[in-house]
């Protein structure tokens, strides 16, 4: 069984960086891709960016370029390292797990706040 945990979100200023980790625990033989998502109030969920088992990384328009996301050697933690924040970068991030055979799993999230 996998299961996710954020860490460090909080309350940053425009401009300002923060990275995020996901730690993740049980079987990551069963994991296919690593990413993040994030749901601002008000709007769906959205995709921000993923990481592949060889290494490969998808980011979404809106955070590439100021957005890294990247792990540790073991791939017990996914990190997301946010650049140049913006307010409208302000959302609940949540981690996420692609697993084998169509499953799937979500940390609980982190709320990231960018404000002045």
């Known amino acids: 069984q996998v299961q996710l945990a954020e860490s460090g979100g909080g309350l940053v200023q425009p401009g300002g960086s923060v990275r995020l980790s996901c730690a993740v625990s049980?079987?990551?033989?069963?994991?296919?891709?690593m990413g993040w998502y994030r749901q601002a109030p008000g709007k769906e969920r959205e995709f921000v960016a993923s990481?592949?088992?060889?290494?490969?990384?998808h980011y979404a328009d809106a955070v590439k370029g100021r957005f890294t996301i990247s792990r540790d050697d073991s791939g017990n933690t996914v990190y997301v390292q946010m650049n140049n924040l913006k307010v409208e970068d302000t959302a609940v991030y949540y981690c996420?797990?692609?697993?084998?055979?169509?499953?799937?799993?979500w940390g609980q999230g982190t709320l990231v706040t960018v404000s002045s």
């Open positions: 996420n797990a692609a697993l084998v055979f169509g499953r799937e799993r």
């Open positions: 049980g079987s990551i033989s069963v994991i296919r891709i």
């Open positions: 990481i592949l088992r060889d290494g490969t990384t």
